[in-house]
């Protein structure tokens, strides 16, 4: 008896709470619904693949990335190396020549894996490669529009806490990165006749991009102070940077073995003309720092998260204003 009732009730729970008959009567809407379903999902797909390849811009663009991919790469020491990155699209915009070298500007490249960027600032050179020991850097000429097919090189220290660093150090050539901008870091005025540039580490990017780039009409006055704990880690960056010290506008100061300034205080002053707080001097001369936070702190000052913060160090000591300094 027990078994029985079990049985019925078992039966009856598990009948199907709709009738056959339902799906008989209603079974060509229930093929439309699910062919329709179908339909949706495809375009669905298709729609979010269309999307997501629009996203990607042939021409470099602030506000979406382009695709690139490591075309050459060559190692200075464990801890330095160039990147040549190639478009993977051809373009047509000469983004050097578009920019001139009124601007020192820079790049966000993304490490997909977590979606975060960093900046990095690239230079107008060539780079060819010989063998693994064997490499030459040429300058762009970018007056006459020489692109180099759109190439771009990076000159990156690997820091072993850097994300994106890091990732990079472990691309091989022919991997993809996708990068995005240009985002201008800094913009000359046309009134500036005179800049002193200090610069340490991989900082010097930002001076070599401004005056290896020849597309100035009126060339301006450089003195340039560089630190470096070995002139060894900038590679051919090196000899590059002697031959600009020839020229007529550029007077270049190299501090070696450390990037503190305090043991060569004396030496920075004299590099470092006293503001003499007229019109002339505030107009025409600029202060440009890029280097390490210790390095930046001791000439000019900490910068503030992302700001400029208040005016400290040997330019504030020698007169400089907040109007003719600035923070890379």
């Not at 990147?83 to 820079?106: D, G, R, V």
């Not at 090189?153 to 993809?176: A, P, T």
């Not at 990165?177 to 005179?194: A, S």
């Not at 006293?274 to 000439?299: H, Y």
Request: proline share 4%; hydrophobic share 35%; aromatic share 10%.
């Amino acid at each position: 008896m027990l078994l029985r009732s079990f049985t019925r009730l078992y039966t009856r729970s598990t009948k199907s709470p709709v009738s056959k008959s339902f799906f008989q009567r209603y079974r060509k809407q229930i093929k439309l619904g699910i062919a329709g379903t179908a339909v949706a999902t495809v375009l669905g797909f298709g729609y979010c693949e269309y999307v997501i390849h629009t996203t990607w811009t042939v021409e470099l663009d602030e506000d979406q990335f382009t695709r690139y991919k490591i075309s050459q790469r060559v190692d200075i020491d464990p801890h330095h190396y160039f990147l040549e990155a190639k478009p993977l699209s051809e373009q047509k915009i000469n983004i050097w020549k578009k920019l001139t070298s009124n601007k020192i500007w820079s790049l966000e490249v993304k490490q997909p894996e977590i979606m975060i960027v960093r900046n990095y600032t690239p230079l107008p050179l060539k780079l060819t490669v010989n063998n693994k020991d064997d490499y030459q850097l040429e300058p762009l000429d970018i007056k006459n529009n020489d692109t180099n097919g759109g190439k771009l090189l990076f000159y990156i220290k690997n820091y072993d806490n850097g994300e994106v660093g890091r990732w990079m150090r472990n691309l091989d050539v022919g991997s993809r990165i996708d990068l995005r901008g240009p985002f201008v870091e800094y913009e000359f005025k046309d009134d500036t006749k005179n800049v002193n540039m200090y610069t340490a580490g991989t900082g010097v990017v930002s001076a070599l991009q401004i005056l290896l780039n020849n597309t100035l009409e009126n060339p301006r006055t450089f003195t340039w102070v560089h630190t470096s704990h070995d002139m060894n880690e900038l590679g051919k960056l090196y000899p590059m940077m002697i031959n600009l010290n020839k020229t007529n506008d550029i007077s270049l100061r190299l501090f070696s073995d450390t990037y503190s300034i305090r043991d060569n205080i004396e030496e920075l002053m004299k590099l470092t003309p006293a503001n003499t707080q007229n019109l002339s001097f505030n107009k025409e001369f600029m202060a440009l720092v890029c280097g390490p936070d210790g390095f930046i702190k001791s000439l000019a000052g900490a910068k503030v998260d992302l700001r400029q913060g208040p005016l400290d160090g040997i330019l504030k000591h020698q007169g400089w204003t907040k109007d003719n300094v600035f923070k890379l």
